[in-house]
């Protein structure tokens, strides 16, 4: 497959402007290194795993390819096992070379990746955060728009934002946000990005850790079928994301939030593989493996949902975005002459 480059590629040394984005517990070693195996970024989220969690995972991704594998950072202290630097810390010392930032300010951070001799990332939801970013010392801004799927830190369309982000900042920027197929990335190639950021896609590939009904909902999902809410906060309070429009979503929305509070807290409604139990409304997505109500919990999606046509391997997603944006972006290009 010939290369679709851009600086996003020369900067994290990789073959195709695709980033698999950290989706939660969904991103396992496998999925990262499919995804680093033909190309792309993959990457893991580390801020839900403890530090011996951190690095076994890291090293069981990093040993499964010889492409690049980075790691995520959540900088909002209210979640998250490790508190951010303690995170990092893991991360480093796993051997991480591409970290990126979410949800807090990253500045304190950015220069112990560089002294790792890492590549630092950072996800932001104006132009502004985006220039103080850079001036931080940021070497690639992630444009999060409000189309994206679980936590989001955007109130501005992908659309919207990511022009302007690519104005305001001289660094390779990657737009994350209702993109779900090849034609998705040439238009955010198009509007100034250097690569786009892959959520909803790769939940629907049989590498990753999502239950096998969380991959066919977001398979036969319409674009019109996600929330976005406050809803699953138990582990992450008030943080705004974006789900599938589930039973469980469509029963709760008539009631408030004290409500929410006195009757299902502390309800068990699932279990982890491990039997450790899963109350209602635990910011935790179905997992494979795991048993009782799934189906209650939360399907963390995109609007890109409906574009992922099936549950196929990662690698080959990466190759159907890359071909699939390149014959976009040729049609462009003759229809313009």
């Known amino acids: 497959m010939v290369p679709l480059q851009t600086p996003l590629c020369s900067e994290l040394a990789i073959d195709h402007p695709i980033v698999q984005a950290p989706v939660g517990s969904v991103s396992t070693p496998a999925l990262a290194a499919a995804v680093a195996d033909a190309g792309g970024l993959g990457m893991l989220a580390m801020s839900w795993r403890d530090a011996d969690a951190i690095r076994d995972t890291y090293t069981d991704a990093a040993n499964a390819t010889d492409g690049v594998v980075g790691a995520n950072v959540v900088l909002d202290e209210s979640t998250g096992v490790l508190s951010p630097s303690a995170c990092l810390d893991a991360c480093l010392d796993a051997g991480a070379s591409v970290v990126s930032f979410s949800f807090g300010d990253a500045g304190p951070y950015i220069d112990r990746v560089h002294e790792a001799g890492g590549t630092a990332m950072v996800t932001v939801a104006s132009a502004a955060e985006a220039r103080a970013a850079v001036d931080a010392g940021t070497d690639v801004v992630v444009a999060q728009g409000r189309e994206a799927g679980g936590h989001v830190q955007s109130d501005v369309t992908t659309m919207a934002l990511l022009p302007r ?45 999502a239950h096998e009904t969380y991959r066919q909902r977001i398979v036969d999902a319409p674009e019109t079928a996600t929330r976005f809410t406050e809803l699953f906060d138990r582990g ?102």
């Open 165 to 209: 982000v690519a104005d305001a900042v001289p660094v390779p920027v990657v737009a994350a946000g209702g993109l779900g197929d090849g034609r998705g990335l040439a238009a955010a190639l198009t509007l100034g990005a250097d690569g786009g950021w892959f959520g909803t896609r790769f939940v629907a590939t049989e590498e990753s850790g």
């Open 236 to 337: 992450w309070p008030d943080q705004p994301h974006r789900v599938l429009e589930t039973d469980e979503v469509r029963q709760q929305a008539g009631h408030d939030s004290d409500e929410l509070d006195d009757t299902s807290d502390h309800e068990q409604i699932a279990q982890m593989p491990d039997g450790k139990p899963i109350s209602r409304l635990a910011d935790m997505p179905p997992l494979a493996g795991m048993t009782g109500d799934v189906e209650a919990l939360p399907h963390y999606a995109g609007q890109s949902t409906g574009l992922a046509q099936d549950v196929r391997p990662a690698g080959e997603v990466v190759v159907r975005l890359v071909s699939d944006a390149r014959a976009a972006l040729a049609d462009a290009s003759a229809a313009a002459e």
